[in-house]
């Protein structure tokens, strides 16, 4: 199916909300058999059932969403007396021929995240059972959002990647839901995942948790709203999700330093000729005044304590070099990359003339053309990835700026922990290399950094050969990845041997890090794993193997801690997890590693990296402390 112009007949064509129902097995309201006159979706939330749609019979656990139009005969069995599912009639007014066939086409689809589709279903149903005309026509409007989410996710997965990761997910959801009350349950219950990956993940992503940058969301829309809008600081607090206007005043005050009336009072002059404000992300969609209930919710999950965000007064000088970018962008005809924005000015030098000559790249947002040897360049996640083929960026996020194991990167220029567009600008890039959660992040998003300079969003492969390999591709520095592929391949052949006198055949390793409050075990992947596991050989202990390199496992209670540890343990305490290590070292130390002298401390920090010239050192701090420290 074509799905972009399936799209595209959503997108022009008067749709209506006709009918919400919620089918129950149990309840034997499911019909068995019907012939519909007009479309329709199904959606699955519980139990299983098989789906006729014509003819093609389809199991709801493999494809819980399915989709009718006007004369699909529906058949439909549930195989449990669980089976519920949401059934949704609507109306479609096309005024081509050709639309009103693709409303009609039968098909079923797997969303990566079923949840934001329940949810809306939920409201839909509530909201549907009213007489009242406001709350039907509230229900129209959750409808489209329905069909928005189900575009979405279909459009995401026709493009031939992954499914978009956890961070990016939960980013999307915030941005949709920041009106809401939100809690890092909800983020990890919407992404299918337990609230400690959840976290790693936009620690080891972004540099910070998921709801820093809620706080960071809200902030920011609340500046917005004090600087294009007349409404009332209390208004403003309740549609960013703060039902306390004095807590929000107080956080406002926190991040910005000043009260949310001082800062309408300072700042509002320069909103007007400043087009950076028109460079909105989703975030700044209109969602109407939403107040939340719970006083307490706020101070329960700790929002003041994420002070890491401070946002400063917008530059003119670089508001009026992008509004020339978007002009000369604009200028070009077949060309949206933003190239004739950051392209140099034409000299008879080689080097220019070699930065001037462009290509066509493929990445996860389509492709761009690109310099064939930038000269320019900001990287918002791969920094050490560039300096390993001797490409120093202009720019950098604080996050990978932050990273002890790199040496020499005074002069790149720091462009905040969410990357400001204002920033980049000023740095003039010939290019813009970034992962899917940091391009969401930044102001305006993916389009807001195209207009700047031509903008690549890259897989995050956390491999050093993967990395090595893409990079050089990108830059033109073909020679310089093969070269340090070879020579990583050698070194890892060296730590090997170097390793070898030491350790028996069949000893087992297991890398454990203590937290405050928690304990965590690793696999393959991360805090030297992929060291230890993958490039100098090492043996897990068999509970590791299944449960955390072949399973899901991370976070684990302490009792099970002995049936985790093996012959050997690398082990990493946080900063201020002292209590912890004290209610588990006594486990710790009578496990058979802590009975052989045989636990190796490691820096936690040093090993949160994972790009190509961390993982060396990784690597030479692991194989020192096995040959050191063997007797």
Known sequence: MDWEAH???????????????????????????DVAATGFFLLSVQGEATVSLSGTVYSTRSAPLLHGGKETELGLMPLDNEFVCYFIRYQADSLFPEDQESFNMPYAFTPYTLLPLQEKCQAM??????????????????FHQFVYEVMRQIHSSAQGTSRPGVVTEAIHY???????PITAEVLAGMCS???????????????????????????????????????????????????????????????TGCSPQRFRENN?????????????????SGKPVSHNDNENYYQLNEEGDASMFRFSRPA???????????????CQTGNNTGKAASEPIPTSTAADSEAADT?????????????????????????????????????????????????????????????????????????????????EVVEGGYEALSQI?????????????????????ILGKQTEAKQWNKDFAAKIKESKEKIAPYIEPDETFSILNVRSGAVFIYGDTNLGGNIVYKYLGLKPTEKVEKEVIHGETWEISSEVIPDFIGDRLILAVNEGAEAELKKVDKLIQNSPAGKAGKIYNIDFNQFLFSDPISVEQQMDIIVNLLAGSST
Request: hydrophobic letters at 40%; a neutral charge; aromatic letters at 8%.
């Open 268 to 284: 509002k002059h320069t909103v007007q000729n400043n087009p950076l404000h028109l460079l909105k992300s989703s975030i700044v």
């Open 174 to 180: 915030i941005h949709e839901h920041y009106s809401e």
């Open 7 to 33: 799209i595209e007949c959503w997108s022009r064509t008067a749709v209506r909300l006709l009918e919400v129902q919620l089918f129950a097995a149990q309840a034997g309201t499911v019909p068995e058999h």
């Open 125 to 142: 149903d509530r909201l549907w059972q009213h007489t009242a005309p406001l709350e039907k026509l509230e229900a129209q409007t959750v």
């Open 359 to 439: 290509r066509i790249y493929k990445h996860l947002k389509g492709e761009t053309e690109i310099p064939v040897k930038p000269q320019r360049v900001v990287s918002l996640f791969h920094l050490g990835e560039l300096m390993a083929l001797g490409v120093k960026p202009v720019g950098a996020t604080t996050f990978i700026l932050n990273n002890p194991l790199l040496s020499d990167v005074s002069d790149i220029e720091d462009v905040g922990s969410t990357p400001d567009a204002e920033k980049i600008l000023s740095l003039a890039p010939d290019l813009i290399i970034t992962t899917a959660p940091f391009a």
């Open 316 to 330: 003119l000088g670089a508001a009026l070099l992008l509004c020339s970018a978007i002009f000369l962008s604009a």
């Open 453 to 473: 300079a031509p903008t690549l969003v890259v897989e995050q492969y956390n491999d050093p050969v993967k990395d090595v390999e893409m990079f050089g591709d």
């Open 193 to 255: 995942c337990s609230t400690s990956y959840l976290f790693r993940m936009f620690k080891s992503q972004l540099g910070f948790g998921p709801i820093d940058y809620l706080i960071h969301v809200r902030i920011r829309r609340s500046k917005q709203l004090l600087l294009q809008s007349n409404a009332r600081i209390q208004e403003i607090a309740g549609s960013v999700g703060y039902a306390d206007v004095y807590y929000f005043s107080r956080l406002f005050k926190k991040h």
